[in-house]
């Protein structure tokens, strides 16, 4: 089992469309980090959390630390959104190493 | 504007070629790490380096090797040791060791 467990692997929807995305993972952590890869391969860095929420336009990411979960929310999705979102958890232990999962392939269709 | 430059974008290699990818970043970043993508894995940690001159091994470091003579340069070698180097690498750095990575575009190497 994987430290780092993503759901859904892959996720079409229609523009518009409130989406989310779950990770879980199995280790104490002292930071949680949602990515977005584009196409090109690119990777860019959404957040970085240790606990509660944080907003950043039309995207929300949650993590509740006691249930080891997370979940990266798109409101009012766009064709522009399409791409892979990555959960990555820092280890209390692991130093500056990151635990990534496989990521979520998300399609907006117009 | 500031960033991490990877080069380059696509890679040939022949059988028993030793390969060097470059990153460079000019963000100040004293923490520079290399990653490797494959088709449904999440990225692994090839080596990181925290310091000029002082690196570590990541979770797979065989058939690999790196430098770090300069702050804003973290060259990866890919050896013929490596037995199956067609993957992504993705090449990121930060600030101190617990802040959020910024990416460079990848490089995508392939066997020939």
């Known amino acids: 089992k994987n430290e780092v467990e993503q759901s859904p692997q892959n996720l079409t929807a229609q523009e518009g469309e409130f989406i989310t995305i779950n990770c879980s993972y199995s280790v104490g952590i002292s930071a949680l980090h949602w990515l977005q890869q584009h196409p090109g391969g690119g990777i860019v860095s959404l957040f970085m959390?240790?606990?509660g929420k944080k907003k950043h336009g039309r995207l929300i990411a949650t993590i509740n630390i006691q249930e080891k979960h997370s979940s990266l929310h798109i409101t009012a999705s766009h064709p522009r959104d399409s791409a892979v979102y990555i959960c990555a958890v820092r280890g209390e232990t692991s130093g500056s190493r990151l635990t990534f999962g496989e990521g979520t392939q998300l399609t907006v269709n117009p | 504007d500031g960033g991490i430059t990877q080069s380059p974008k696509y890679l040939f290699r022949k059988e028993g070629q030793n390969v060097t990818l470059s990153c460079e970043q000019n963000?100040?970043?004293?923490?520079m790490y290399w990653y490797r993508q494959d088709p449904g894995q999440g990225l692994r940690l090839i080596y990181y380096?925290?310091?000029?001159?002082?690196?570590q091994k990541g979770d797979i470091a065989e058939g690999y090797s790196v430098s770090r003579e300069k702050k804003e340069s973290f060259p990866l070698t890919v050896t013929s040791a490596q037995k199956n180097p067609t993957a992504f690498y993705l090449c990121?750095?930060?600030?101190?060791?617990?802040?959020?990575?910024?990416f460079g575009d990848g490089t995508r190497l392939s066997i020939l």
């Open positions: 959390l240790s606990s």
């Open positions: 990121a750095s930060s600030i101190v060791t617990a802040q959020p990575q910024h």
């Open positions: 963000l100040n970043h004293d923490a």
């Open positions: 380096s925290q310091i000029v001159n002082d690196f």
